[in-house]
């Protein structure tokens, strides 16, 4: 093994544990694809993970020092493209460089990342739904496909059903997440459908402090609104699974499953996710992986 060699593995491996850490939000690397898959798809994590860092979290600086991040981050993308991996020395760019000419991975998917997090560093709102649908289209949609170049299926056809299972995965965890993006002074509810439900952010910050279960009716017809939405999008992506190969099917079967199975949850706490925050325990897996060895199109968003 040469010293490039004995590089990138350990590029990957670094990549592998930033990936391990954030387990809950990286469904896409599970043990249902072959190891140099998922080391691919835990570059492409550490890649991101790093990025949205610097336009979420404290102690990023400023909206401009926090571009500047991105864009600095943005240069060396641009060297993976450009350099031999010889002259990259970042770790997780360095795997992502090898991830890249291994599986001949886009640029404008990759670019597409950094561009939904300049949108975070910048604002913490968006006024209707269509503003969402567009964040979607680069925080989530190049995530899904990046998974098809990386299995080598870059069909539009493929690529459209996927970007709907993505932007329902997105608007899930958003759903799910709407406390814990409040404490952080980001709201991706919709403010028009805020204001048709008769609520407002101050009303909505309020159910968030509030210590007693969240029994508003406005607040749940909202918030049930967005999930039945959200699940058609699921619906309308459900056939992607069964137009991959079996080196795939199984893990996008899991991972529509898994999302449509947090909207089910949000439903069984009667959309109080201020006090109850649903997610996938290690039983839920378990039940999860025995559906998904049947085809999607055999289970409604009802049977879950």
Known sequence: MTAL???IKSAYAECRAISRRHYENFPTASRLVRRDKRDALAAIYAFAR???DYADEPGQGTSEERLHSIGAWRDRLNECYSKPLA???HPIFLALGDSIHRYNLSFDNLNNLLRAFEHDAVTNHHQDFNSLLSYCKCSANPVGRLTLELFNYRNAEMFALSDFICTALQLTNFWQD???DLARDRVYLPLDDLTAFGLDLETVRE????KGPVTDDRWRRLLEFQVERTAGLFEQGRLLPEKVGSNLRSQLRLTWLGGV???RKIKAVRYDVFHFRPSLR???FAGLYLRSRRRLFNISFLDL
């Open 178 to 180: 709407v406390a814990i």
């Open 207 to 210: 159910f968030s402090a509030s």
């Open 5 to 7: 060699d004995e590089r």
């Open 282 to 284: 290690k039983w839920d």
């Open 50 to 52: 790093a990025a949205d």
């Open 261 to 263: 199975t947090i909207l």
């Open 87 to 89: 002259e990259i020395e």
